[in-house]
Nanobody, 116 residues
Framework: QVQLVESGGGLVQPGGSLRLSCAAS????????VGWYRRAPGKQRELVAT???????NYADSVKGRFTISRDNTKNTVYLQMNSLKPEDTAVYSC??????????WGKGTLVTVSS
């Protein structure tokens, strides 16, 4: 089992920055990719960014150049640095971990609101 806890959401003005954290515990040795997803009001959940156990990253076109995903293995934490935030970035951001054995884990999510 893997437990994921997100933090760092909040209210920010357009153009501002936030850093989200996803802290993992449990059988973290089995995780091979961690991703951030978001669900905006009235929309389907979409992939924001992923990072593999080897450090390879992938981003949605809508956040390239503005968001950065990274990991701190000493803290078992994956971060999402979000810069130049736009109102359309408003969503609940959730952390996902895929583990060996086709296992899929989700955190509860953290709300990001971009508004003036």
């Amino acid at each position: 089992q893997v437990q994921l806890v997100e933090s760092g959401g909040g209210l920010v003005q357009p153009g501002g920055s936030l850093r989200l954290s996803c802290a993992a515990s449990g059988s973290i040795f089995s995780i091979y990719v961690v991703g951030w997803y978001r669900r905006a009001p009235g929309k389907q959940r979409e992939l924001v960014a992923t990072i593999t156990s080897g450090g390879s990253t992938n981003y949605a076109d809508s956040v390239k150049g503005r968001f950065t995903i990274s990991r701190d293995n000493t803290k078992n934490t994956v971060y999402l640095q979000m810069n130049s935030l736009k109102p359309e970035d408003t969503a609940v951001y959730s952390c996902n971990a895929k583990a060996r054995g086709d296992l899929n884990y989700w955190g509860k999510g953290t709300l990001v609101t971009v508004s003036s």
